[in-house]
């Protein structure tokens, strides 16, 4: 394996199975509906995406702008022009049609937009309804669609409290403590971060603060959410600000979390030895691909960042108990690789190296050997 670059928004040599909106899917939708000054979102999402694909700042806050000035609402702007065009963005790095480093750039100029809408709505209000803590999890750098989430619920009369990107857990409690906050809204955009977002639940919940989960590392229909004993989950950042209004003041009875299976210690083992089961299957791995033994020093760092980001998905299965969560990111992976010309039968030479070493761990076996299944299935179904 080798594929050059990693999707991180911080550098943090991460890269995420989904691309997605303020709090899980694709924040919006950019419809076709004509704006008040004759323009359609879908002009409007097409020239900032292009704006922003080309480091253009000026341009894409003169959309912007200019949509605001035309009378669009700021939730609009921030829902159906902004999300969808970084929705864009992250599809075109997947597609490799565009760099890590541009995918940066663009998501930079896309929160200074949010920054512009959220300027034009900064006067303080005296009917806030409660105060909400907006954050992402310890390790989640994926911060824009949080932001997002924030505007929304201050443009409709939240007192928020934006803590951004990678937020620890004991930051978060006296963050609490401090200002009584009367809700968390917590982002996790990879699932590999869901142990650390059980911290941070678990201890919201002792302080008494109930939390509203969002983001693609909950899964796609917020199973992992629940699996975690969160009170409240929303695919969206228009259904999280409807759940708030509706249900607030009374969120709801704190969950029990369902993480009984954690007592096979195979998680706590994965995680203990992972480092050594990347550089086995490392060492291994170009007997099995052969075209291994041509790469350059920079090539082989990537494949261990390839192999060290199966493994920590490998540990979030298992944290969850949940085997299509790695399938789901294997696939993915599998899509990423073959867009960079990439063999996918070196991937599938990795996880079946890996597989040696789980020949004792049932739910390990079970998740390994249901990845390389789907893998083979969809190799054989192009082909392969």
């Known amino acids: 394996m080798n594929d050059e670059e990693s999707s991180d928004e911080a550098g943090t040599g991460e890269r995420s199975p989904d691309v997605t909106g303020p709090s899980g899917g694709p924040a919006g939708s950019a419809a076709s509906a004509v704006g008040p000054d004759g323009a359609t979102l879908e002009a409007r999402v097409a020239e900032f995406v292009a704006a922003v694909s080309e480091g253009d700042e000026h341009t894409a806050l003169r959309v912007v702008n200019g949509a605001l000035e035309a009378g669009t609402e700021p939730e609009d702007v921030l829902l159906r022009i902004i999300a969808p065009a970084q929705y864009r963005v992250g599809e075109d790095w997947a597609a490799d049609r565009i760099s890590v480093a541009t995918e940066h750039v663009a998501t930079g100029i896309s929160d200074r937009a949010v920054a512009a809408v959220a300027a034009t709505h900064s006067a303080p209000r005296a009917w806030y309804r409660g105060r909400i803590a907006v954050a992402c999890v310890e390790g989640e750098w994926h911060a824009l669609p949080a932001r997002i989430l924030a505007e929304v619920l201050r443009l409709r009369g939240w007192r928020v409290d934006f803590l951004g990107a990678h937020v620890p857990g004991t930051h978060l409690i006296d963050h609490l403590h401090r200002t009584g906050a009367h809700?968390?809204?917590?982002?996790?955009?990879?699932?590999?971060?869901?142990?650390?977002a059980y911290v941070a639940v678990s201890a919201s919940q002792e302080a008494g603060v109930p939390v509203l989960a969002g983001g693609a590392g909950f899964g796609p229909d917020g199973e992992y959410a629940r699996t975690l004993g969160v009170?409240?989950?929303?695919?969206?950042?228009?259904?999280?600000?409807?759940?708030?209004?509706?249900?607030?003041?009374?969120?709801?009875?704190?969950?029990?979390?369902?993480?009984?299976h954690l007592e096979d210690q195979e998680y706590a083992l994965l995680m203990r030895d992972r480092h050594r089961l990347v550089a086995d299957t490392l060492a291994a791995l170009p007997a099995r691909f052969p075209a291994m033994k041509s790469y350059t020093s920079h090539q082989m760092r990537c494949t261990e960042d390839d192999l060290s980001c199966i493994a920590e998905f490998l540990a979030a299965a298992l944290y969850v108990d949940d085997q299509t969560l790695f399938t789901r990111f294997l696939l993915w992976t599998a899509d990423i690789l073959e867009a960079r010309n990439v063999p996918v039968v070196s991937l599938l030479e990795a996880l079946d190296l890996m597989s040696l070493s789980f020949r004792d761990f049932f739910r390990a076996g079970a998740v390994v050997g249901a990845g390389l299944t789907a893998l083979r299935e969809r190799e054989g179904e192009r082909g392969g």
């Not at 009374?250 to 979390?257: A, D, H, K, S």
């Open 231 to 260: 009170d409240m989950w929303a695919p969206d950042a228009v259904t999280a600000a409807s759940l708030v209004h509706d249900e607030w003041p009374v969120l709801g009875g704190t969950r029990v979390p369902d993480l009984a």
């Open 183 to 196: 809700l968390v809204a917590l982002s996790c955009s990879l699932p590999v971060r869901l142990p650390a």
